[in-house]
């Protein structure tokens, strides 16, 4: 199953067991090995190996913009929103590792599993071969990515923020209402009010529901 992920990562593991090790999701770990036998340590590790080679990237693209800019670009360019899909066109949904049960609720296909998956990859790809390795198949595939904005983008709960306090009105609170679900497969319910108006949103993760609250804030504006 891997073997058809490595043509597609460009790279021949010389130890196949990191790449086995990155696909395999925490709920397929053994627990007799406290998940050290899952992909957390490897995603953890993916995450600096992408961020590096997304800011000397956007290092040599963007010359002339200050470290601010530069920041938003990052924090898009590395989000679960853009690298999920990313994941999904390599084809990792197919090659994770999880339990038939769990993939028959649509485990794979859930944005922060993928996500992590491929950040994982990436660390597993840096560990076998290096930096350059893991540098090729960044730039190959978030190339348009990259390409999409020619100003910096402005997150939802960035531009809440900016909005309220352009108006005096201080700063937006962040609730969370609710958690539901397996711990590996979590849905939050976060309400966000500001200006005496309150919005909720989901995601699969707390950042991901501040974001839908915020979004689902702004858009009530113009109605």
Known sequence: MTGGLQERLG???RNPGLLEHALT???AADPRRRMLDSNERLEFLGDRVLGLCIAEWLAERFPQERE????KRLATLCSQEV?????ERMGLAAALRVPPSEGRTGLRARATVLADALEA??????LDGGLDVARAVVRR???EAM???AKPPVSAKNRLQEWTLGRGLGLPEYTLVSTSGPSHAPVFVVQVSAAGR????????KRAAEQAAAEAWLSGISK
């Open 11 to 13: 790279h021949s593991f």
């Open 25 to 27: 999701h925490r709920s």
């Open 68 to 71: 601010g800019d530069l920041g």
């Open 83 to 87: 690298i999920a899909p990313i994941a």
């Open 121 to 126: 990859v990436l660390g597993a790809l840096y």
């Open 141 to 143: 595939e978030w190339a």
């Open 147 to 149: 390409a999409v904005d």
């Open 198 to 205: 309150s919005a909720e949103g989901m995601g699969e993760s």
